[in-house]
């Protein structure tokens, strides 16, 4: 277990801590998304054993919350109310506190979560029969990483951006109890090659004439970019995609959230420093994740992450803005 996980310990969230949960929802989330304090009690009240914490020293760190209904895929209704004895278990928020961010606490939390239900499925305590959720394209990896399967479009409108809906069925694994084969815990110990190393651009003697297509009118990125995290390594951004640029430095780190050791520091603004500029919309991405607003010298902007494993700030964007920057500095490079 990585140190950042130490210490973490999961229980249902109680009324008396919903306020804390109130106030991790509104740093996941921008304002036409986030849930109400109205909507938490609710939730805690009608299903308070679908209402998961993480905390870490008696704090709350991160949750799960749901609700149940009868319906097999989600819709607006579906997502109002809440049936008891219903078998889809409907995830409203996943989410994790901004301090706590790029961690794994998050998958933790979730597989925790998942791991509960599955358990109650099987000793038939409880009528789960599978889990839903909606959520944006840019984290389709992260739940399909726990295990859950892409269904496509959600009709559900909630915000400016698009959903789309995914499910796990509980049970749907194999059961029985049989001896592994011979070696296979010696494999399990290896470590995974699922996903590229990453190189840091520290790496490259060169520097950024060594990761880019040096073309006349136009510097490209010429390996994919991957997460800087060598345990996960996750794909962001594919090879000839990002444009890059010397600009002027963006203070990411918010106040008071010390920088993660596996990012390098970024000169201070106005020092310009490089950038793999990535228009004109998310969708580029293969992989990415977003804060909530934040002000940075006058500006809202986003700070953009991993969506696999949190680990950012890796880049930032204006709020509402079509331009994406990543820091040449805290991306990894594929070079094989």
Known sequence: MSAALDG??????????LGQAIEI???????DEAATLDAFRHRQRMASDLFLGAYRNNQLVG???STLSPDTS??????????PGSSSVCIHSVCVSSANRGQGVGSKLLREYIARLETAHREKSAP?????LITHENLRKFYEKAGFEWVGASAVAH???PWYE??????????????PPQGAFEALQRPSNENPAPRLLSSFPGGIPDVSFNEPSLRSNKFDLLCPRSSCGSVILNHGVAKFIEAASVQMEPANHPRDPLLLALPEPPAVTQWWLV????????NIGFSHAIKSLGDKIKLLACAECDLGPLGWCKEGGTEFWLACSRVGYRTS
């Open 63 to 65: 949750y799960v919350c």
């Open 25 to 31: 929802e509104t740093q996941g989330f921008p304002p």
């Open 279 to 286: 228009a004109p919309s998310a969708m580029e991405f293969e």
């Open 159 to 161: 915000g400016s951006l």
């Open 128 to 132: 789960y029969q599978r889990i839903l």
């Open 8 to 17: 973490l310990c999961f229980k249902n969230v109680p009324a008396e801590d």
């Open 166 to 179: 995914m499910r796990t069925i509980l049970g749907s694994g194999s059961t029985a109890l049989e001896s």
């Open 74 to 83: 989600l819709s607006h209704d579906s997502m109002s109310v809440h049936i």
